[in-house]
């Protein structure tokens, strides 16, 4: 009996549009789905493929649009806020109160309230950015992550005091631009501690921003000595103050970008909250501990008496009550530094 060869049945396309990760429609053409989004590879057809193009192209306008909003608000927002608090950090170290022409010179006190308003905004920025019927995630998810975070919130809490230190000895436009630097020293640590490597025109650009700025440093710092503003004199222990707060900002952003490096789930939000709260809790006992810190002889060695051995914290308070117009500065640089971390957050958090 001779054998006879059916015809195929076309088999209609269904679930291959919404199941899986690699789908290939009837026509052949491969449809890739990631995270709810399909991302079409082919050529344009006519019908129900059309369409599903068509709604592919709208959703990658979309994105694309919403990334760029995204940069230009966060770029603007950095820039307003820090600008704001680089003001009000220069008008809270030389501005002078009263008939004995006193300073506010509490640096750790200002850090640490600093510390607690970023805290709390990264536990809100954490708590917003949890999607719907999700736990909000914790600041330290894992105990492996702790010992990089605390070295974070060291390296921050001590970088701040050598930096207005810093400031007694050298005007700020040299302190901002020599900041502007930080690149060597973050380089540098990723190469030495944590053993990364960069392709040469990396380093030649450090080098190359690193020399246009330390130029411009000298060359403005040249006019300000002729000026003879009202600075101590002794600019090289100002640059080696300056330097070892250089060299924090570096470890601290260089221990950062291991730290998410190695916890790909770990968010900027989580992040923020992590650091600020344990440089704050780190400056907070410093402040409570202060009256006995500033009599041993390293205190005595690194200057932290401010205050005439009473403890920075009672000494920035009396302080305030005699000056309480300087609470606004005090807040305002506070604020502003939190909303600057929230926009660097949420631009990374975004990408």
Known sequence: MARTK?????????????AGELKRTASGRVVAEEDGEKETIGEKVEGVEGEVVKKVVVVEKERKEAGVVTLVVCVAGIYASFLTWAYLQEKLTTTTHGPQGERFRFSVFLL??????????????TWVTTPAGQKMKSPIPNKGILPPLLLVAVTNALAAPFGYAALGHIDYITFILAKSCKLLP??????????????????????????????????????????????????????????????????????????????????????????????????????VLSPWLVRTGVGRWFGMDVTGGGGELFAALEFLGRYPAVWRDVLGFAVCGCVGQVFICEYSFSE
Not at 187 to 197: E, G
Not at 256 to 279: C, H, K, V, W
């Open 6 to 18: 059916a015809a195929p049945v076309r088999r209609e396309p269904s679930s291959e549009y919404t």
């Open 112 to 125: 640490t309230i600093q510390s607690l308003f970023a805290g709390l905004g990264g536990l809100v920025f």
């Open 186 to 287: 973050v380089m540098a640590l990723h190469v030495t501690i944590f053993r990364k490597r960069y392709p040469l025109y990396k380093y030649l650009v450090v080098a190359a921003v690193t020399c246009g700025v330390a130029v411009f440093t000298l060359h403005s710092g040249s006019k300000k000595h002729k000026a003879g503003r009202g600075n101590s004199g002794q600019t090289g222990w100002g640059m080696l103050l300056l330097g070892i707060n250089l060299l924090f900002d570096g470890l601290t952003n260089s221990t950062q970008d291991y730290i998410f490096g190695a916890n790909r789930e770990y968010t900027g939000p989580q992040m923020m909250a992590a650091n600020n709260l344990l440089s704050g809790a780190l400056t907070g006992g410093y402040l």
